[in-house]
């Protein structure tokens, strides 16, 4: 067994495979201590859950509705609770106040206590304001007794049996002696910022505003500008009188009046539902019925865990601690709900899902049971990580630019969500996977419990293919999304035999159509611009780019600023740093008066607006006045600004503010802990306003905010970069081919039941006959040809597998050879085969070597003997064919007859006129004809039922394979044949000098010549008693014509026959194209710097348009047959090339390596790297365009191209690794390969219906 | 579920219609439901809403919910998402809570209202199918059903207002586009066949 892990993650490299390895070993601990883990996660969930508490769950948001006027009809048709009249009316007099000018000289506490002891006097000026017959004591709402003790403010100082009135002031008890006493009014003030009451905080109460707008938030020793409203609550609303007041205010405080008075007359009745009715429940509990239904059904999906219910239980803790654990951080943070989380919720589940937990549970159960359960976690985790954490970043990525909206309800569920989503992630690993590997110990427990039955083959087969078997698959990095994709059980497995290449030519119209559409990406490049315009869009109206522009390009100093700024800045750094600040005022100290006055203005009008929801009610809680199922009115307020003149600050000062001021920062900072402390900088100054368009959307402000929002940022920005770099991999030349290829796999849905095949359970038919080893094996579709070490050939039946000759080309001396190949097939059956790459040089090594052995050996007879003895007997044929005494006459004959010497057979040129010599066939076995001896076999060629054998002593012969006649010998040539081809009339016999010589033959009818084409069609394929006997009588073969190229100067290992080309590669480092027709050279084709090991020539067209070369030094070359040029040559392998395959889309390559590739046909790139292990055969057959075949030990294997992975194993015999398999041949739908001395027909029916073979 | 597979066209068209029919219905109720504070519910305007136009609503659901398989067999198209029923209803959810913010959200501009519910109709559609064929359909259906409802239901039913009018330019092609993909994805299911169905359970 591999080590864990290995078969997925271990050669998986760039990002996808760190992070699937990461998975790994996070899986490994998880599983190690699921139980501390999962519970210390609980823990932390349960500890971030705990703010959830203080949610108002059960309440209702409050409802708005804005009038211009009290009593008009509001544009909306009224609601119904805006019939009745109000609770209370809410007025508030907003007071915005600054020191200005300010004066360099002045102490920290000059820029609070003279604006805010304006307070004392405006109070006044309001609670005793009357006009004509009423006032404001009349109107207003009488206080009682405050009801509340707990913040200690409302008990002593809060107003009691008076008007309702809150200001700053109320902080000193409305007394001005008592302000002025107050040696720390800032301390003052921000205690009373943490004194919590109900949803607001007391400072919220007195100040009428949002702590942020106090300017007591951050304390800085310059000009400040002070936000503070004074409430009035009303029982009635006097229209008349309350003109009256505000055109008096305007009057005290006559700074930007005309501007201020018509700030807003918007009336906003502010409803507080009392509780819940029928209509408003019924969308709730559809959106949870939905919920319900969608978790039901996909808790159902959960069916491979031991504890089906403790596995559901363990997803819904899963789910809602994460929302628990989301909004509790949320609200421990203080991002306000004004969502109603009732309504959230579902769609937040749904959002979250539970599909990774689903995916997770899947991709666990899916690894061998057979595994210790720790590394199965492991595995499943590994598998899914990338996918997970991919998803992840993408959703973070959409909702982070949800955020960038600025449109509040929107940005707050996405908050929301992308809380969600990090908790969910990190529920599921830590807390899901946890219990998941204590279910999978838990069945793996029970299942060692069970007694270990018959494993079934259901079973076996169940467990093959999953890693666990060596099998070893490596990507390529450009196509990281098919890495984890669990594989499912060989019993189901269903792959589609779709392939973009392969069938466009018989594609319907409309599917070329709506292919070529899918290829164009209009959709998704739609989607794209889609997104952007309505990013643009929001961001437009959401006034973003307004404040862009505003911070990029600073406001144009004033006119008479001009002159006193370079004068007053009395560093020329202090300027630069002004600058640097870009987009703020200019430094306080040098401005203008009038611009301190500007920025007096309200810019803001509804600032009481970003006050809690429930803050008027809570006010009125305060005196126990309940304003559920009622509204509150608030008028429009009426705003006031103050300038106050820095001698009135510096009369207001108090005696010890000059030492509080020192200290009172770092006091504060330290009791307090929360403040943020700014360093005293009188350049900067803090952005105060929020940009107007805003005041609802979230900007944040506080250092979590920034950090959070850094936090949502940075796995989007890095899910963008990552995106940018896979789009530019895909875009890039070097890649687009391939990008290009898949996009017929991914858009057309790979499990279509129309092109869709299941790869059945093939059985092995089993031919025997052979004493020895097959050696050779050659097809023409029909017949099978065999031959043995022995010698023997034997003609099969390709479809029914019955033995239909036995040539017994008479005893080739047995050569040393024969019994070299037998000692190193039982090598290989007991211990490890050598690598492959070695035994291809053995193999060269033989061939070299046999000649000048066979010549002399006959020591080595007795050694044949023994071994053959010493060989179990052959099992008895199938009770059709004929039995086989071959075996016994091989074994007896060396020591019968010592054979001719090989010498004299040299010298021999004869030329064996055609059926003078008939073999005996397979019925007559008794060696009537006594054939003389020949050389041994070295190659065979098998077509149109002829079978040329290239023999050892240079001879070549031509059989007839039906009817077992030898039809012509040609031995003129006494060098050593290495390869034959039969390319209809012409025999292409490559020697073991490098040359070729092609012979022409000629079909002689009663000595009248006849066309090839009709003798080959003519002639009887299979034998029917006499028929054939007549037939030869009339028909015979003789030499018509033979050419001679001289195409190597060594050795030739390689030879293809295609399209009136023949292409040799040779040891010398060269391929030769040469013609049929004549032999003479086409093109020689140099670039390979070792031996030419492996050559294809593409079928596929009539014209040989392309041929692949691989080398011993492992290098791949395409050549352009037509013009002889290198298309393109890359390093493939480690060792040499094995061999070479090809279909119209992609080139299959193995080598020494023990690696199977996949590349690109057109533009070389490596698809898919493959690891084959014990892979003693390096033949590799294309099955479909997109099945593909290799052979292991005892067994076939059959690979899906496309994903890399293996489909099916096929084994040949009942032993399990005894056997290799060294030849393999495409016959029809069925691939014939040895199995030792017997055949193997692998018949693949489901494929053979579609008939998709590229050969 | 398997008595469910196991149906006809017809028995299928008519679960189909039942879908239609209920969804438009309750949806319109939910609709109303959210409004229900500012206007009181008027169930006799709402019965009368539902009988004219749910059985539209059917026949447009049969429509759609038989194409999708035919389109699916005849384009040799896939959806994205698994097919089971755990996805339809999480698509359906996600339909619910498109016409949750339709309704719910207040939006600056009416422009802003449909672009945002262009957008999520589009992920929908990305989400859950992803097949070209769907994106035509709905496209179809969502065309289809706007001129219907703009020039025929709304002139009899509503007397409506002119807001109510100009708003539902703005939303009802994106819902209606979402209705598509939902109505798919249930039509899809339905016509999956039994084994596949088992099939997965095995796995």
């Known amino acids: ?1255 | 579920m398997k008595r469910l597979s196991a149906m006809s066209d017809l028995w299928r068209g008519s679960v189909l219609f039942s879908w239609g029919c209920v969804a438009t219905a309750v949806l319109r109720l939910m609709r109303a439901s959210w409004h229900a504070r500012e206007e009181p519910l008027d169930w006799a305007a709402l019965l009368r809403w539902s009988l004219l136009v749910a059985p539209l609503a059917g026949v447009a659901a049969i429509i759609v919910g038989l194409a999708y398989p035919l389109f699916d067999r005849w384009l040799n198209s896939q959806p994205a998402s698994g097919r089971d029923w755990a996805s339809v209803t999480r698509c359906l959810a996600l339909f619910v809570g498109i016409n949750h913010a339709n309704s719910r959200f207040h939006f600056a501009t009416d422009a802003e209202l449909a672009w945002t519910l262009a957008l999520l109709s589009l992920a929908l559609w990305w989400t859950f199918d992803r097949t070209t064929c769907g994106f035509v359909i709905a496209s179809l259906a969502a065309a289809v059903a706007h001129v219907v409802a703009y020039y025929l239901v709304l002139r009899i039913v509503f007397s409506g207002t002119s807001l109510e009018l100009s708003r539902l330019k703005a939303w009802f092609p994106f819902v209606a586009f979402s209705a598509g993909i939902t109505i798919g994805s249930v039509g899809r299911q339905l016509a999956e066949p039994p084994q596949q169905r088992e099939k997965l359970h095995k796995d």
Not at chain 1, 295 to 313: C, H, N, P, T
Not at chain 1, 618 to 639: A, E, F, K
Not at chain 1, 1224 to 1244: H, K, N, Q
């Open chain 1, 1 to 1255: 067994m591999l080590p864990p892990g290995e078969d997925v993650t271990g050669g998986a490299t760039g990002l996808p495979g760190r992070v699937a390895q990461m998975y790994y070993t996070y899986g490994l601990f998880a599983a190690s201590h699921p139980k501390l883990l999962s519970s210390a996660v609980l823990t932390v969930a349960i500890i971030c859950s705990i703010p959830v508490v203080n949610m108002h769950l059960p309440s209702n948001t409050p409802q708005e509705l804005r009038t211009t006027g009290p009593a008009e009809e509001p544009s909306q048709p009224a609601p119904v609770w805006f019939r009745e009249k109000p609770v209370v009316y809410i007025q508030q007099v907003l007071v915005r106040a600054a020191v200005t000018p300010w004066q360099s000289d002045m102490i920290l506490t000059d820029a609070y206590r003279a604006p805010l002891s304006r307070v004392f006097a405006l109070t006044e000026s309001i609670a005793n304001f009357q006009h004509g017959n009423g006032s404001v004591q009349d109107l207003c709402f009488r206080a009682e007794e405050p009801v509340f003790r707990s913040p200690a403010l409302l008990d002593t100082h809060f107003p009691r049996y008076t008007c309702l009135l809150l200001s700053p002031a109320v902080l000193w008890g409305s007394d001005r002696a008592a302000f002025q006493q107050d040696s720390n009014i800032i301390e003052t003030v921000v205690k009373q910022q943490k004194e919590r009451f109900y949803k607001t905080t007391v400072s919220n109460l007195v100040f009428g505003v949002p702590a942020k707008e106090t300017a007591f938030t951050r304390i800085y020793k310059r000009q400040r500008f002070l936000t503070y409203a004074v409430t009035v609550v009303l029982r009635k609303n006097d229209p008349e009188l309350l003109a009256g007041l505000r055109h008096r205010l305007l009057e005290l405080y006559p700074l930007h009046a005309s501007e201020n008075g018509n700030l807003s007359s918007e009336h906003v009745h502010i409803f507080y539902p009392a509780r819940t009715g029928v209509y408003e429940l019924l969308p709730v509990a559809l959106i949870y019925i939905i919920l319900f239904i969608y978790i039901y059904f996909s808790v159902r999906k959960m069916e491979s865990v031991k504890s089906k219910l403790a596995m559901s239980v363990s997803a819904l803790v899963t789910v809602f601690a994460t929302l628990m654990m989301s909004s509790g951080i949320l609200i421990h943070h203080g991002l306000q709900q004004t969502l109603n989380s009732r309504e959230v919720f579902p769609y937040l589940i749904v959002v979250v899902g539970f599909e990774n937990v689903m995916v997770i549970t899947e991709s666990v159960s899916n690894t061998a049971r057979d595994l210790n359960p720790r590394i199965r976690i492991a595995q499943g985790l590994s598998r899914q990580g990338w996918n997970i954490t991919k998803n992840l970043f993408l959703e973070i990525t959409i909702l982070t630019i949800g955020i960038l909206t600025f449109i509040p309800l929107i940005q707050e569920f996405c908050m929301l969500a992308v809380v969600g989503m990090c908790c969910d992630f990190f529920l599921q690993l830590g807390f899901f996977a946890a219990t998941l590997s204590i279910d999978t110990s838990l069945q793996t427990a029970l299942e060692d419990e069970e007694p270990a039955g018959e494993p079934s083959y259901a079973d076996l087969r169940l467990r093959f293919p999953i890693g666990a078997r060596g099998v070893q698959i490596q990507r390529s990095q450009s196509h990281p999304g098919t890495l984890s994709e669990p594989l499912g059980g060989p019993a189901s497995v269903v792959k589609s035999l779709y392939s973009m290449d392969g069938l466009l030519g018989r594609l319907p119209r409309r599917l070329t159509l709506f292919y070529l559409w899918a290829r164009s990406r209009f959709f998704q490049r739609l989607f794209s611009v889609f997104l952007v315009a309505w990013m643009g869009l929001l961001a437009y109206n959401g006034g973003l780019l307004h404040q862009l522009l505003a911070a990029v390009a600073p406001p144009p100093p004033p006119a008479d600023q001009a002159a006193p700024a370079p004068a007053a800045a009395p560093a020329a750094g202090k300027l630069a740093a002004a600058l640097l600040t870009a987009g703020e005022p200019p430094p306080p100290s040098s401005a203008a008066t009038d611009d301190d006055l500007t920025l007096l203005r309200h810019r803001d009008p509804a600032v009481w607006h970003r006050l809690h929801d429930f803050h008027w009610m809570s006010l009125m809680r305060v005196y126990n006045v309940t304003t559920r199922g009622g509204y509150v009115t608030v008028l429009p307020p009426v705003y006031v600004s103050l300038a106050v003149s820095p001698q009135e600050a510096l009369q207001a000062r108090h005696p010890r503010d000059a030492e509080v001021s020192d200290r009172v920062v770092d006091r504060i900072a330290l009791t307090l802990g929360q403040l943020e402390i700014a360093d005293i900088d009188e350049t900067g100054q803090p952005s105060q306003y929020p940009s107007p368009s805003s005041d609802y959307a979230y900007v944040p402000s506080s250092p979590f905010e920034v950090f959070l929002v850094v936090l949502l940022a940075l796995p989007s920005i890095a899910f963008i970069i990552y995106l940018l770099v896979v789009l530019y991999r895909c875009v890039c030349s070097r890649n687009y081919a391939e990008w290009r290829s898949s996009w017929g796999a991914d858009g057309q849905g790979a499990g279509d039941y129309h092109q869709q095949q299941v790869v059945l359970e093939a059985l092995p038919l089993r031919l025997s006959g052979h004493s020895q080893q097959v050696e050779c094996l050659q097809t023409d579709g029909q017949l099978l040809v065999s031959c043995c070490l022995a010698g023997q050939v034997r003609v099969w039946d390709a479809v029914t597998g019955d033995c239909v000759r036995v040539i017994n080309r008479g005893t080739a001396t047995p050569s040393p050879r024969a019994s070299r190949e037998d000692v190193h097939s039982d090598y290989g059956s007991g211990g490890s085969p050598p690598s492959r790459g070695e035994r291809h040089l053995e193999q060269m090594a033989k061939r070299l070597s046999t000649p000048q052995l066979a010549q002399s050996d006959h020591q080595l007879t007795p050694t044949v003997d023994l071994t053959f003895s010493s060989r179990p007997a052959a099992p008895p044929a199938a009770a059709d064919a004929p039995y086989d005494f071959s075996r016994f006459l091989a074994a007896r004959e060396p020591s019968e007859d010592p054979g001719p010497a090989p010498a004299p057979r040299r010298t021999h040129r004869r030329v064996w006129s055609a059926g003078s010599a008939v073999a005996g066939a397979a019925r007559d076995e008794d060696r009537a004809g006594a054939p003389p001896e020949r050389g041994a076999i070295w190659c065979m060629d098998c077509s149109d039922g002829l079978l040329a054998v290239g023999c050892s002593d240079g001879s070549v012969e031509v059989w007839d394979a039906a009817t077992g006649a030898l039809k012509l010998v040609h031995s003129e040539v006494a060098v050593p044949v290495t390869h034959v081809r039969l390319v209809s009339a012409r025999l292409v016999v490559a020697r073991f000098n490098g040359t070729v010589h092609i012979l022409t033959m000629q079909a002689v009818q009663q000595g009248v010549p006849i066309d090839w084409g009709y003798y080959s069609c003519s002639r009887p394929r299979l034998p029917t008693g006499g028929d054939e006997l007549r037939w030869e009588a009339v028909t015979q073969l003789r030499w018509a014509g033979l050419s001679t190229a001289r195409a190597h100067q060594q050795l030739i290992t390689v030879l293809e026959c295609c399209g009136g080309r023949i292409v040799t590669g040779s040891l010398d480092h060269m391929l030769r194209v040469t013609r049929l027709e004549d032999g003479s050279p086409v093109h020689t084709l140099h670039g390979h710097y070792g031996t030419v090991t492996a050559l294809f020539v593409d079928r596929c067209r009539s014209e040989p348009a392309t041929a692949g070369s691989g080398s011993a030094e492992g290098t791949l070359s395409v050549w352009d047959l037509t013009s002889g040029l290198c298309l393109y040559s890359v390093p493939a392998h480690d060792g040499a090339v094995t061999s070479l395959n090809c279909n119209a889309s992609y080139i299959l390559s193995t080598g020494g390596d023990e690696r199977l590739c996949v590349w690109e046909r057109f533009q070389g790139h490596l698809i898919s790297k493959i690891a084959l292990s014990h892979a003693y055969c390096s033949q590799v057959i294309l099955l479909t365009s997109n099945l593909f075949v290799t052979s292991r030990q005892g067994s076939l294997m059959v690979w899906d191209l496309e994903l890399g992975e293996p489909v099916r194993l096929v084994r040949l015999g009942d032993r399990d690794s005894s056997v290799f398999v060294r030849q393999m041949t495409p016959v029809g739908d069925a691939i014939v390969c040895d199995y030792g001395s017997e055949l193997r027909i692998v018949r693949f029916p489901p494929v053979s219906a579609h008939q998709k073979k590229e050969h």
